[in-house]
Every structure is written in structure tokens, then in C-alpha cells.
């Protein structure tokens, strides 16, 4: 299980003399420490004065706090957080290249709240970076269900360009086969050259629904 961090003496002084405080002066105070310390005194507030703190501290703050900790040391504050900080916080972490961030706390979600995020960053690339560093590969499928063809094929133009087609074969390949014969159907023939032998190694069945012309083509097969 993971531990909060020990405080200093400095630390815990400062910790002690905010819990009076008004949240603009503890506001203002935290905003004084380098985002490490920062990171360091939250998991040791009480869930809903974090939550209040937090709620007041600016965005590009936040985010620089986040790349120092742990989401799960503060997981319940987190979750209780409005959707729309979570977005913000996570545009601000792509803006930084804070990519792996990004997706430790978005694995913190569900599936629902990860499709906010996509499409609120509204970013292809921003959205596979983060995706290279999601572990549950599921949470990601499950977000892009509902997301249009076009969306999709986006994305995995975004991962060609990155040279992570492969990353976009596994997300692919947990959509449902008539889904996937979609997205292929409107790839680049030289991208589909490369994706398509890997989305037909994870279910071969995918061969039967292609488009006629693309069964006609016998290198994609």
C-alpha cells in the first residue's frame, strides 16, 4: 500500500497553522512552497479541506504539484473533484509533456470520466501520448466505444505518425469486429498496410467483414 510521505517539522508546523486558516490564505501559502513540498502536505489533509484547497490553487500549479504525487495517497479527494478540473489539470499536464501523469490519474477514473477527458483535450496526439502510458488498456477501449469513425481513425493516424501503430492495434482490436472493419475502411492504404495484419493476428474473423475492395488487395491480407 502506499504510504504518505513523513513531514518535516517546518512541514508539519505549516500544515497545523492552516487548519484555521482561510482557504485564500492557505491558498496563498501553499502556492509559496515548491510543487514537491506541496505534493508532499496533501495526503496529510483532511479529504475536504484538500478538496476546498485545491478548488482555489491555479491550474498550472495543480498540474505541477501532480507530476510529485501519487494519486492514490489522495484518491478519495480526487474523485470528488468536478469533472472539469480533472480536465483542466489534465490539458495542462499535456501542455508540460507530463504525459505519464496524465495517465496515472486517469486510471483513476472510469470509463465515463475518461471520455470527458478525450474530448475535452480534443487532441489526438495528446490523447494517444497519454494512452502509451495507460496500463489498462481496457479503460481506454471502453472510453472510445462511442466515438465516431472519424475520431478514430484520427487517433490512429496520430499513432503512425508517432510510429506506435501497435498501440493502436491494441485499442482497435478491443472494439467489435464491424467497428474495426469500419475504421479500416477509411485508414490510407499504406497505414492499413501496417495495422491491418496486426488487428488480424488479435481475431482473424475481421477478414470476413473488410470491404470488398480491401479483400481484393492480397498484400493487406
Do not use: W
Not at 18 to 45: F, N, Y
Not at 120 to 126: K, M, S, T, V
Amino acid at each position: 500500500m502506499t504510504k504518505a510521505p513523513s513531514l518535516s517539522m517546518a512541514q508539519r508546523l505549516l500544515l497545523a497553522s492552516q487548519s484555521m486558516a482561510p482557504v485564500a490564505v492557505k491558498a496563498a501559502l501553499v502556492q509559496k512552497l515548491r510543487p514537491g513540498q506541496a505534493a508532499q502536505l496533501s495526503p496529510h489533509m483532511p479529504p475536504a479541506q484538500l478538496r476546498e484547497l485545491i478548488l482555489e490553487l491555479p491550474i498550472d500549479f495543480l498540474a505541477r504539484v501532480t507530476t510529485h504525487l501519487d494519486p492514490q495517497l489522495i484518491l478519495q479527494t480526487y474523485l470528488a473533484l468536478p469533472d472539469e478540473v480533472h480536465l483542466q489539470v489534465a490539458r495542462q499536464l499535456c501542455v508540460i509533456g507530463a504525459f505519464a501523469t496524465a495517465a496515472r490519474y486517469a486510471e483513476c477514473l472510469s470509463a465515463k470520466q475518461v471520455k470527458v477527458l478525450i474530448y475535452g483535450i480534443n487532441d489526438a496526439n495528446h490523447v494517444l501520448q497519454i494512452a502509451r502510458h495507460i496500463v489498462d488498456i481496457d479503460l481506454i477501449v471502453q472510453s472510445l466505444r462511442s466515438f465516431s469513425t472519424g475520431y478514430l481513425c484520427r487517433l490512429t493516424e496520430a499513432a503512425a505518425a508517432d510510429d506506435n501503430v501497435a498501440i493502436s492495434a491494441r485499442v482497435l482490436s478491443g472494439l467489435t469486429l464491424p467497428r474495426q472493419a469500419d475504421v479500416c475502411a477509411h485508414l490510407d492504404p499504406v497505414l492499413l498496410h501496417e495495422l491491418l495484419p496486426l488487428l488480424l493476428e488479435a481475431n482473424d474473423g475481421l477478414r470476413e467483414l473488410l470491404p470488398e475492395r480491401l479483400q481484393a488487395v492480397p498484400e493487406l491480407l
